[in-house]
């Protein structure tokens, strides 16, 4: 496609919920990104993939987050049992080799 | 992995001037990106650096890395006010390259007064 997308660009969730986030990248990209922004923290790390694997995963803020990439393509961001904390910006990037990356507009998680 | 630095936290310049944001680290920087954010929207990048001493243009943006590639500067000339925005600058997590993602500073934000 033109660029990354994310779907949902805003989602309201109560409390204890769980909650999908989607990230489409670039055609052709082998590396997907996953990247959190709060006003507290900044631009936060979460996880990347080579294709479909994701070799480090320790930028996941506890067990409760997940995430899988299928096909090389598409990539859910799963949340589990949501608190407030996980109230931010959940940005999406991908990139060709390492070189730079492009970013997605975001999902904007409110959880009340 | 590296932290960063940047400075100043917020930025406000009357258009038409010059300004420098800085981005520093305690460790040595093995690839320095810098991106722009408009204020809901993703990052847009804007430049990488990889050599002690390089220094990239592009339209009236300047980046320089120094010798000992451990501080990065952004350089903007005649401000203009679609140079606002939020500047981040972000580093290769380790020294691999930029492949296993990016650290990134807290953002300058920079306003252009008319």
């Known amino acids: 496609g033109a660029g990354v997308s994310q779907s949902p660009s805003n989602k309201v969730t109560e409390k204890g919920k769980d909650v999908e986030l989607r990230c489409d990248p670039i055609s052709g990209h082998t590396a997907l990104y996953w990247y959190r922004q709060s006003l507290g923290q900044g631009l936060e790390f979460l996880i990347y993939?080579?294709?479909?694997?994701?070799?480090?995963k320790s930028g996941l803020p506890s067990d409760r987050f997940s995430a899988e990439r299928t096909g090389g393509s598409v990539s859910t961001l799963t949340i589990q049992r949501t608190q407030q904390e996980d109230s931010a910006v959940y940005l999406c990037a991908s990139s060709l080799m390492g070189n730079e990356q492009y970013f997605g507009p975001g999902t904007r998680l409110t959880v009340t | 992995s590296q932290e960063l630095e940047q400075s100043p936290q917020s930025l406000i310049v009357q258009e038409g001037k010059n300004l420098t944001i800085n981005c520093t680290s305690s460790?040595?920087?093995?690839?320095l990106y810098w991106y722009k954010q408009k204020y809901g929207e993703g990052l847009i990048f804007l430049m990488m650096l990889q050599k002690g001493g390089e220094e990239k243009s592009h339209e009236k943006i300047t980046a320089k890395l120094d010798e000992k590639k451990q501080q990065s500067s952004l350089h903007i000339t005649a401000s203009q006010p679609s140079h606002a925005g939020i500047y981040l600058c972000?580093?290769?997590?380790?020294?691999?390259?930029?492949?296993?993602?990016?650290?990134f500073g807290k953002g300058t934000h920079l306003i252009i007064q008319p």
């Open positions: 460790k040595t920087l093995y690839g």
């Open positions: 993939f080579q294709g479909n694997s994701a070799p480090d």
């Open positions: 972000g580093a290769e997590r380790y020294s691999g390259g930029g492949a296993d993602g990016l650290t």
